[in-house]
């Protein structure tokens, strides 16, 4: 089976060169063994924490281990050793100027972030590897992928059984992550909270209606998007306002960072319910921001994505704030352009400011500095963009 390469392989090599650890995050089946072991074969030994006899190995005798794994090593799963960190900073500690050292790998931000300041502060870089973007997926399948999903197994094997595969994921990350992050036992109710959420994509999150549907508490709702922010099942886009303070007060939309998940949890099966679907619209929509924030991460911009609603009811889908400029983007799933579908974008932007509408149709410009882009080109990012 031919290796798929990343978008993030070129950020990685940078990191190995300028901090002594390097820190791997992301969901499980995201493709960071195959990464690691494919394009540091030669030079990196691999060890994982899956394997019982690891752990065992370094709990029982931690200098020992490291006497042996001392450089140039990948440490998968260090969330169930999470003494690990306080040894590896000793061994970075000890030689300052070797870079590269360790890589360590985990399916979780909490355990990273709580060790990190515990004890990799300063000697240890981060990044995060999602599942596929679009452009590292072969053009036949990209299509699908909108609702078929981007995890690189299932489009490596074509999204051959994808119904079964999904199935299997969310038993495994109701029954490993969901119990490894936080002691939820209320997991039916954890589990019809990320089917509402699903049927609720690219919404505004409102926490009291979904608690009262679910019938818990407000506090447990948090708790439980906080889970799935933290194992990179979804994330929230927060509204944009001038005044900074309003962005924590104001609710965010929720998106998942994959599609095809969000159509296995509403019943979607194949291209014709996708789009007889009450949702396909949040979906595409869903589909494009998360392609959009995916690229963000993997190429460690410093961007930041809002969207923007007002009281009396203009909206804009996305807002990508580049610091010294904004682009303002409106997502439709329609192939034909219709004056109304700019409105937005035109009241809110600035004259010099750049409006973008994302649909399947032509690419061409209804006016100065406001693009009409066909979606498949405009997710066309570089390598190293």
Not at 243 to 272: H, M, Q
Request: charged share 25%.
């Amino acid at each position: 089976m031919a290796y798929i390469n990343r978008n993030l392989e070129s950020s990685l090599k940078k990191y190995l060169k300028v901090f002594p650890a390097v820190g791997l995050t992301g969901p499980r089946q995201s493709g960071k063994s195959t990464m690691l072991k494919t394009i540091l074969a030669s030079s990196y030994e691999y060890v994982t924490f899956d394997d019982y006899e690891m752990v065992r190995s370094f709990q029982d005798d931690p200098k020992g281990f490291f006497n042996k794994y001392s450089d140039r090593v990948v440490f998968d799963e260090v969330q169930k050793v999470p003494d690990l960190f306080h040894y590896i900073k000793l061994q970075i500690d000890n030689d300052r100027r070797r870079y590269g050292k360790y890589i360590l790998t985990g399916s979780s931000q909490f355990v990273f972030m709580k060790s990190i300041t515990e004890s990799l502060a300063g000697r240890i870089g981060l990044l995060t590897l999602l599942p596929f973007q679009r452009n590292e997926i072969p053009v036949s399948s990209q299509d699908r992928s909108t609702y078929y999903g981007c995890y690189p197994e299932q489009v490596v094997n074509k999204f051959k059984e994808n119904i079964s595969w999904y199935s299997a994921y969310i038993e495994t990350y109701l029954s490993r992550d969901v119990r490894d992050l936080s002691n939820i036992g209320q997991l039916r109710e954890f589990r019809r909270c990320l089917f509402l959420l699903a049927t609720r994509t690219s919404q505004i999150l409102d926490l009291s209606t979904l608690a009262h549907d679910l019938g818990v508490a407000v506090n447990t709702v948090k708790k439980w998007i906080s889970v799935l922010e933290a194992s990179y099942i979804i994330f929230l886009l927060p509204p944009f306002y001038n005044n900074l303070g309003k962005r924590i007060v104001k609710s965010p939309k929720v998106y998942f960072f994959d599609t095809g998940l969000v159509s296995f949890l509403t019943g979607i099966k194949d291209e014709d319910t996708f789009i007889k679907s009450p949702i396909y619209g949040a979906i595409y929509e869903n589909y494009i921001v998360a392609e959009i924030y995916k690229n963000i991460i993997h190429s460690r911009s410093d961007n930041e994505l809002f969207y923007y609603r007002t009281s009396n009811g203009v909206e804009v889908d996305l807002i990508i704030d580049q610091k010294t400029s904004k682009e303002f983007l409106e997502i439709k799933a329609s192939k034909k352009y219709q004056p109304d579908m700019v409105e937005s974008i035109i009241k809110i932007k600035k004259k010099y400011e750049k409006g973008i509408l994302i649909y399947r149709g032509k690419d061409f410009n209804p006016e100065q500095n406001l693009f009409c882009k066909n979606a498949s080109q405009y997710l066309r990012f570089s390598k190293d963009e």
